[in-house]
């Protein structure tokens, strides 16, 4: 849905107290982006365009930027988000069947939000818990050892 003028003006007055409240001694157009997404979890273009105004370069020098780095994301993200690991142990313990049925049950066929907003599903090369393969997370929180039915009750929690 576009956003309205106040709603832009809005984001744009939070955002420029994003920018200006690092307390890092060098702001840079990298620390102003990475404390945007942090505290918004995404990068509305106002945030490009303030990110040049106040760091005196162009939108193009910005964009260079926050393109370069796969990590920013320049759409809201879904409510909850889900990591899927793919990496190496997991792999190895089943993780793909189990990632075609998230994508399944998501209805989604990759990274991305589902079509109501409630799930971002991402792809991890590994989440740091290789013992406990197979490895999603939610929000963070790590579920381990993960089959068939954990991954059914996992995502109908998340959708209902
Ligand atoms: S490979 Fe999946 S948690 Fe390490």
């Known amino acids: 849905m576009p956003k309205n003028k106040s709603d832009s003006e809005n984001i744009r007055i939070r955002i420029r107290e994003i920018i200006s409240n690092q307390k890092r001694k060098t702001v840079t157009v990298l620390s102003s982006l990475i404390a945007i997404q942090d505290s918004l979890h995404f990068l509305p273009e106002e945030a490009i365009e303030e990110t040049a105004v106040h760091c005196k370069v162009t939108i193009n020098d910005v964009w260079s930027v926050a393109s370069f780095y796969t990590n920013f994301r320049f759409t809201p993200p879904g409510n909850n988000t889900l990591d899927v690991c793919w990496g190496p142990t997991c792999h190895i313990s089943g993780s793909q069947k189990l990632i075609g049925q998230a994508h399944d049950q998501l209805e989604i066929n990759g990274e991305g939000e589902t079509k109501d907003g409630k799930v971002?599903?991402?792809?991890?090369?590994?989440?740091?818990?290789?013992?406990?393969?197979?490895?999603?997370?939610?929000?963070?929180?790590?579920?381990?050892?993960?089959?068939?039915n954990k991954v059914d009750q996992l995502i109908n929690k998340l959708t209902k």
């Open 120 to 148: 971002t599903l991402r792809y991890s090369t590994c989440l740091g818990a290789c013992a406990q393969s197979p490895v999603f997370a939610v929000n963070h929180k790590m579920h381990g050892k993960m089959t068939k």
